[in-house]
């Protein structure tokens, strides 16, 4: 299986009072449960069930995610830029492992 | 005589055979009409306290591949502490489970939108339903055609 990789997309630079977007994508089967295999064997379930994110240590937006979200889950949301800090992510594995990532952006 | 006999019983046993086999089909019509999961879903969360408004859902008419499925959606909201969208739910009548996703949004954010991608395994409905921080409900629907469904299976 290809390995777990986060990605994500995050202005460097912004304006006060802007609103960008955020877009996170993360490398990830999103097993339903109902795939089969080559074998015919069903593939156990295991999915990204939820999403994190903070900026400043504080929680700005979560998403819980059910196994009708796409194989890669793409994820793109607003965020009104006031200050410069760090942004958090973090991706919660079916199986208890976590993915984090964080960015940076700058506001002038 | 007796040979006739076994016949009419016969014949009697098919009508009734018929009429049983009739009535189940009648039955199991109404039977296997699937609830609406996603409704019953709605009404759970919003505790049957929903406004059918015409909220931002964008969804393609047709998905070519029910697999990999954009939706994406913009709530009209201030976003300040007084008037802000607490929570979104997206949610589907076709697939195996009726939930999609929830989203948590908070006033930093500064609007109530979001993209992502969903699976879809046939032509269905999919719902959008905005709790707002008053305790409001508000939902929309929308229908997209899927040629090749994405449940696996």
């Known amino acids: 299986m290809s390995k777990i990789k986060p990605r994500g997309k995050v202005p460097k630079k912004a304006s006060v009072d802007e609103i960008i977007e955020i877009k996170t994508l993360i490398r990830h089967p999103m097993h339903s449960g109902r795939m089969k295999d080559k074998n015919g064997k069903n593939i156990p379930k295991r999915i990204i069930n939820k999403f994190l994110v903070k900026f400043n240590g504080k929680q700005v937006f979560v998403m819980d995610l059910e196994p009708s979200i796409s194989t890669n889950p793409y994820i793109a949301f607003p965020f009104k830029a006031k200050e410069t800090g760090t942004f958090d992510f973090e991706w919660t594995d079916d199986n208890g492992e976590k993915y984090t990532m964080s960015r940076k952006m700058t506001v002038s | ?153």
């Not at chain 2, 006739?4 to 039977?31: D, E, H, P, W």
């Not at chain 2, 008419?61 to 201030?78: L, W």
């Open chain 2, 1 to 153: 005589m007796k040979r006739q006999k076994m016949i009419m019983i016969s014949r009697r046993n098919i009508m009734y055979l018929l009429g049983g086999v009739a009535s189940t089909a009648l039955f199991s019509n109404y039977a296997l009409a699937k609830p609406n999961l996603a409704l019953k879903r709605i009404k759970e969360i919003s505790k049957n306290n929903v406004e059918e408004i015409d909220l931002f859902l964008d969804v393609p008419e047709i998905a070519e591949n029910g697999n990999q499925v954009k939706v994406s959606f913009d709530i009209d909201s201030p976003m300040t502490n007084d008037d802000f969208v607490k929570t979104v739910y997206l949610l589907a009548d076709g697939n195996p489970a009726p939930n999609v996703a929830k989203f948590s949004f908070s006033t930093d954010m500064g609007a109530c939108s979001a993209t992502t991608r969903m699976r879809l395994s046939k032509t269905q409905n999919v719902y959008l339903l905005a709790e707002y921080n008053n305790g409001k409900f508000a939902m929309t629907k929308s229908k997209v055609k899927v040629t090749i469904g994405g449940c696996g299976g």
